[in-house]
């Protein structure tokens, strides 16, 4: 039914598993579409979202997405301003979600781990916000749940500054609720899931649609501005030598056009 992940239902738990390892699971085009469909059609209590080692999720593959790969630049800017329907799907479903970060969550893969209710990490799991090194904001969990967590001093200092962070330091600032090695990861965050979905499904949907009203921004209109946002970046020159310098591996020189 998939390609480039898989899901998979034990009793009343679900697990997405991002299956691009040869890209450090970054996200295409068909990536994101598949996510959205696996989030709107689960029908369990929990849903545990991890990746396929060595990574979590790396973020946007850049050659597709960004880099004028077929269907890249033209089909993100323009798009009439709008939620990333993976990001609807995710931030708006009722079923408890546990991100599993085994390794790299970056770019987006960072924003994936911030959509979940809880984050269980592996010793070998990495954060970052990297989108500021390719001249572009984060998307919508960067900016309306990552200062919930950790504080919107770090919050800010990791979205401008781009810096990758490792899991002890993630555990410090409370990005994560718990480290583990990395091989009772996926133990640790079944146990968790299964725990949730022992309980009343009913009343643990009342709950997360109650945290979502009392702590989550309008998720819609957060989409809309950073799309547009997006929209105008992408036609950069940042945007533009952002992506060339990590295509040729060398630092790069921003010119502020």
Known sequence: MYTELSYDVDGHVGVITLRRPEARNALTFTTYRELEEAVRNAAVRCLIITGADPAFCSGDDVKQI??????????????????????????????????????????????????????????????????????????????????????????????FTGDIIDAARALQIRLVSRVVPH???????????????????????????????????????????VSTSLAELFKTEDHREGVRSFLEKREPHFAGK
């Open 66 to 159: 960004m880099a004028g790969g077929e269907g890249a630049r033209p089909a993100v800017t323009n798009l009439a301003p709008r939620l990333t329907p993976a990001a609807d799907a995710l931030l708006h479903t009722d079923i408890p979600i546990i991100a599993a970060v085994n390794g790299a969550a970056i770019g987006w893969g960072m924003e994936l781990s911030l959509m979940a209710d809880i984050r269980v990490a592996s010793e070998k799991a990495r954060f970052g916000e990297l989108f500021i090194k390719r001249g572009l904001c984060c998307d919508v969990p960067g900016i309306g749940r990552l200062a919930q967590l950790v504080g919107r001093e770090t919050a800010a200092e990791l979205l």
């Open 183 to 225: 091989e009772q990861l996926m133990p640790a965050a079944t146990e968790l899931a299964r725990k949730i979905a022992s309980n009343p499904p009913l009343a643990i949907r009342k709950l997360k649609n109650g945290l979502r009203r009392a702590l989550d921004p309008d998720w819609k209109e957060l989409g809309s501005w």
